[in-house]
């Protein structure tokens, strides 16, 4: 397995068609794509009970920042071969099926296999400012693991970034 984490944002429907957006690092293995949900989660759960996810890649960062700050309605249209929807605005998506599983008590791992594969838009790059914030909802994201003061320390390193390379 490529022990390389790309973040990306996961989008899974639940049995009553309720959708979820979640930022998710994934790995990649030949063509499967690795995910690892922790228990619980609506990731994991929908990914369960459904057997499907869409995987996103986008560079619009708000949705990384957006998601681990409570925004979680974001524009979504149906995915194309599986039951499911993707962002509305992915430079392209992923559409994906649970192959195997295997479980751990707090991080299982989903080996999902593609499905379906379309590009919507061309990847231009990342400036600093867009790692920056993605880096910085990652932080959020495990304020109950971390110290504070690692907290507000990498937080004003990641400042540094977004000052020098954001637009307004």
């Not at 984490?5 to 429907?13: N, P």
């Not at 681990?68 to 559409?95: D, N, Y």
């Not at 910085?136 to 400042?159: F, I, N």
């Amino acid at each position: 397995m490529n022990d390389v984490i790309y973040e990306t944002v996961v989008t899974t429907v639940s049995p009553e068609g309720v959708p979820h957006v979640a930022p998710m690092g994934v790995r990649y293995q030949g063509a499967q794509v690795v995910l690892m949900p922790f228990k619980p989660s609506a990731t994991h759960d929908n990914i369960a009970a459904t057997g499907h996810a869409v995987l996103n890649l986008l560079t619009d960062t708000r949705v990384f920042a957006g998601c681990v700050t409570g925004r979680k309605q974001w524009p979504l249209v149906a995915a194309e071969k599986i039951p499911g929807q993707r962002l509305a605005h992915a430079l392209s998506h992923v559409e994906l099926k649970l192959a195997e599983r295997r479980d751990d008590a707090q991080r299982p791992i989903l080996l999902m296999a593609r499905v379906h594969e379309v590009t919507h838009a061309p990847f231009i790059g990342f400036n600093r400012a867009q790692a920056a914030v993605i880096e910085g909802a990652v932080l959020v994201s495990r304020l109950h693991m971390l110290p504070p003061e690692k907290v507000d320390t990498e937080m004003g390193y990641l400042q540094i970034a977004i000052d020098k390379t954001a637009s307004a």
